[in-house]
C-alpha cells in the first residue's frame, strides 16, 4: 500500500456520515411550514426547545440510572470548542480565577482558547495516574494557588449579570481521555467534586466520546458491558445531597461532532437551571439568537426518530470497534516486541460503587475500549524525542501521529518537565480516520522506521 497514512487525525470517516439520516431530518423540517418556521429565525437563547426536549430524553436513556434530565439544565451550542470560549467569558476572569488547570497530558488546541480568554501564563496542569487525574496533585497545587493569589475579589466583571465568577476552572476529558485513552475511575470522579466544591473551582468536561464503547476484548459481546460511567456532573448533581449552592462545581460539555459529523456543529451543555441559564445568555447569543438553530432542527429529527441510535449501534460504533481491534491486534504483533507499551490506565469497573452510598444499577465487570484514541510509550532504550520520530516519520515513512510533546500545557515549566520524563515519551494513535487496512499498514510503518533507526544507531 502507498499514500499518506495519518493515524494523528480525530476526526470521523466521512464515510461515516449519515447524510440520508440528515437529509431526511432537513426535508422534515424544511417542508413543514411550523418546523421551518421554528428554524430559520434566530433561535431562543437556550436553543431549539424540541433538541433540548429530545437531549433530555436521550442523555436520560444513556446515562441511566445515574441521570434524569429534564431541559432546563440543558442548552444548545455550537461544538464543545465554542462553548468552551462561552464558559470563560461568563464565568471567569483572569486574576480572580486563579488558574486554569488541565489534565495532562492534555488536549493541545483548549490552549489557545483559554489563552485568548486571558489566561496566558495561567494554565496549569495536573498528571494522571492509572485512574485517571491525581486529585492529591490537584489539591497540593490548589492550596498553593489559593496561598499566593492577589485578587480576592472581580474588578471588571462586578455587576448583576456576574452573579456568579470561579476561582478555578478544572478542565478534563473523564471518558476515553484525548489524549491519553484514559477513562477516569469513580472514586476519582467522586473525589474530584468535593475538591471543587471547596476550592470553587468549576470542573469543565469534555464528555463527547461516552457513547463510544465496545468490549475491550474481541470474544465478549457487547451486550455485557455495565452502565456507561456517570458524567462528573452526574455526580455532582447527586453527592452528598446534591450541589452546593445553585450554581454547582461542575458543568458537562457534549458534542455531536464525534458522532455524526463536525461540520454539522451542533453541541450541548448540562449543568445546573442556573448555570445553563446564565451560560445561555452570553452577548453574542442574546444578539444573534442560538448559534446553530438551523443544524440543531436536523438533529433533533434524528434523536426523536431514533435515527442517531440507529445509526450510532448499527454503523459508528461496529466500524470503529472493528478498527480498533485490528490497531490492537497491529500493535501487539508489530509494536510491543520492539518495546513499546500501552498506557491506557486501568479500564472503567462497572461494578463500582458510589461511596455516597449509591450503587451503580448495572453490576457488571467487563473491561471497555471506546473513543478515538490509544496511547503507547516509547521503547525505553530510544534516545530520540517524539518530536524528531514524527518529524522522521512524515518525511521517511508518510505516516503521521500526534506525538507526546503536543499535550503539555503550554506556559507551564512543570508541565515540560513532567513531559521530559514521562508522558512526552508517548504518542497518540487514531482509529476513526482510517480503514482498518490502513492502519495496519501505518502500525507496520511505525514498527520500520524503529527497526530502522536501532539499526543506524
Avoid at 445546573?272 to 438553530?293: E, K
Wanted: neutral net charge; glycine residues 8%.
Amino acid at each position: 500500500m502507498t499514500g499518506h497514512i495519518n493515524l494523528q487525525l480525530g476526526w470521523p470517516s466521512p464515510s461515516l456520515f449519515p447524510s440520508s439520516q440528515l437529509l431526511k431530518g432537513a426535508s422534515n423540517v424544511l417542508s413543514s411550514k411550523p418546523k421551518s418556521a421554528a428554524s430559520l429565525v434566530y433561535g431562543p437563547d437556550a436553543g431549539y426547545a424540541p433538541l433540548r426536549e429530545s437531549l433530555a430524553k436521550w442523555l436520560t436513556q444513556i446515562y441511566a440510572p445515574h441521570t434524569s434530565l429534564k431541559p432546563d439544565r440543558i442548552c444548545v451550542t455550537n461544538g464543545a470548542s465554542g462553548n468552551l470560549d462561552n464558559i470563560l467569558a461568563r464565568f471567569t476572569e483572569p486574576g480572580y480565577t486563579r488558574n486554569i488547570w488541565m489534565i495532562e497530558p492534555s488536549y493541545f488546541l483548549a490552549c489557545p482558547i483559554f489563552m485568548d480568554a486571558g489566561f496566558e501564563g495561567l494554565m496549569k496542569g495536573v498528571p494522571e495516574d492509572e485512574e485517571g487525574l491525581d486529585v492529591g496533585f490537584l489539591r497540593n497545587s490548589l492550596e498553593e494557588s489559593e496561598k499566593n493569589a492577589q485578587q480576592q475579589k472581580p474588578v471588571l466583571k462586578t455587576g448583576s449579570r456576574y452573579a456568579k465568577l470561579y476561582k478555578h476552572i478544572i478542565y478534563c476529558v473523564p471518558t476515553f481521555s484525548n489524549p491519553s485513552g484514559k477513562t477516569m475511575s469513580l472514586r476519582r470522579r467522586e473525589e474530584l467534586v468535593r475538591l471543587a466544591r471547596e476550592f470553587d473551582a468549576l470542573v469543565v468536561t469534555d464528555d463527547v466520546y461516552d457513547v463510544l464503547r465496545w468490549p475491550e476484548r474481541e470474544d465478549v459481546d457487547a451486550s455485557q458491558l455495565g452502565d456507561v460511567p456517570p458524567r462528573i456532573v452526574d455526580v455532582d448533581r447527586t453527592l452528598d445531597g446534591g450541589p452546593k449552592d445553585i450554581w454547582g462545581n461542575s458543568m458537562s460539555n457534549g458534542s455531536f461532532s464525534k458522532i455524526i459529523a463536525p461540520g454539522m456543529r451542533v453541541g450541548w451543555a448540562e449543568g445546573t437551571p442556573a448555570f445553563t441559564l446564565a451560560l445561555s445568555q452570553v452577548g453574542s447569543t442574546r444578539s444573534g439568537g442560538c448559534p446553530t438553530q438551523l443544524s440543531a432542527s436536523f438533529v433533533h429529527e434524528m434523536l426523536d426518530s431514533g435515527a442517531l441510535e440507529e445509526y450510532l449501534r448499527d454503523s459508528v460504533i461496529p466500524t470503529f470497534r472493528v478498527r480498533y481491534y485490528g490497531m490492537m491486534r497491529a500493535i501487539k504483533k508489530e509494536l510491543l516486541p520492539l518495546g513499546f507499551e500501552v498506557s491506557v490506565g486501568k479500564p472503567y469497573n462497572a461494578s463500582s460503587q458510589y461511596t455516597n452510598g449509591h450503587t451503580n444499577g448495572n453490576a457488571k465487570s467487563i473491561p471497555e475500549a471506546g473513543g478515538y484514541f490509544t496511547y503507547l510509550t516509547l521503547p525505553s532504550d530510544l534516545s530520540e524525542r517524539t518530536t524528531k520520530l514524527a518529524t522522521v516519520a512524515l518525511k521517511k515513512y508518510d505516516l503521521k501521529f500526534a506525538f507526546g510533546d503536543m499535550f503539555r500545557v503550554q506556559g507551564d515549566e512543570g508541565s515540560s518537565q513532567r513531559a521530559a520524563q514521562g508522558f512526552g515519551r508517548g504518542i497518540r494513535l487514531s482509529w476513526a480516520w482510517h480503514t482498518e487496512e490502513e492502519i495496519v499498514e501505518g502500525i507496520q510503518r511505525l514498527a520500520k522506521m524503529i527497526k530502522d533507526c536501532r539499526d543506524l544507531a
